[in-house]
């Protein structure tokens, strides 16, 4: 599959698609694919294990090598997603070009793509918090509840709870813990675990799930 951007939909549109879904209190799940992403999909695929081995910065982001149930999940939660963003840039070989070849190595064609970075433009073009206003949220986050505070302070928004995800093997948790709670939006900030997670939860909880990733540091600095 061939990144295009001119089929990215711009960040009003995404914000449309995530108020309908809120609205109507039905599943919507946005995943983003960066280099994390596109390198756990090419475990012992398009890339040796040893060439993702390399990548120390995966441990990081959720993914402890090797982890081909991770690999899985996270097809599965590109083939299942509401709205995909995909990286456009070309002059890092982990970005656009390898996402293009995970994407037609597993056969995926996602029906609705955006930028990756659609959690920063959403927030900078001033669409994301009018999203969350006046609803209960559940934050996935390895600081979750800082993350929470600074979300009330900064917006005055009510978080009804959360979970820890430092890795893949907590996901189960996760979703676990999210039955205990009523909330409409769900926001992650979990490395590469997120996708799936995002998946799972608006399919379980019948809510909306942005995987918002680095935005959350973001926030929690401003607090």
């Not at 969350?132 to 559940?138: A, E, P, T, V, Y």
């Not at 948790?173 to 900030?189: G, V």
């Not at 995002?198 to 990733?213: E, H, K, P």
């Amino acid at each position: 599959m061939k990144i295009d951007e001119s089929l990215f939909l711009p960040p009003a549109m995404v914000a449309e698609l995530i108020a309908e879904a809120a609205g109507r209190k039905s599943p919507f799940s946005m995943i983003r694919i960066g280099d994390g992403e596109a390198l756990t999909m090419a475990q012992d695929t398009v890339r040796s294990a040893a060439y993702v081995r390399e990548h120390g910065f995966l441990r990081d982001a959720g993914v402890i090598l090797p982890d081909k149930a991770a690999r899985l999940m996270v097809v599965e939660a590109v083939r299942r997603a509401d709205l995909v963003g995909v990286a456009a840039r070309r002059d890092l070989p982990d970005f656009a070009p390898l996402t293009e070849e995970v994407l037609a190595y597993h056969g995926l064609r996602p029906a609705k793509l955006c930028d990756c970075c659609i959690n920063y433009a959403l927030q900078g073009q001033g669409l994301l918090i009018p999203l969350l206003q006046g609803r209960k949220l559940f934050l996935v986050n390895r600081r979750w509840p800082v993350w929470a505070r600074a979300l009330e302070r900064l917006y005055g928004l009510r978080v009804a709870g959360g979970a820890i995800v430092d890795h893949f093997g907590m996901v189960g948790a996760a979703l676990t813990a999210a039955k205990c709670f009523r909330f409409e939006i769900s926001l992650l900030a979990a490395g590469v675990p997120a996708t799936w997670l995002a998946v799972r939860l608006a399919a379980q909880n019948s809510c909306v799930a942005l995987d918002l990733g680095r935005l959350a540091d973001l926030m929690i600095d401003l607090a």
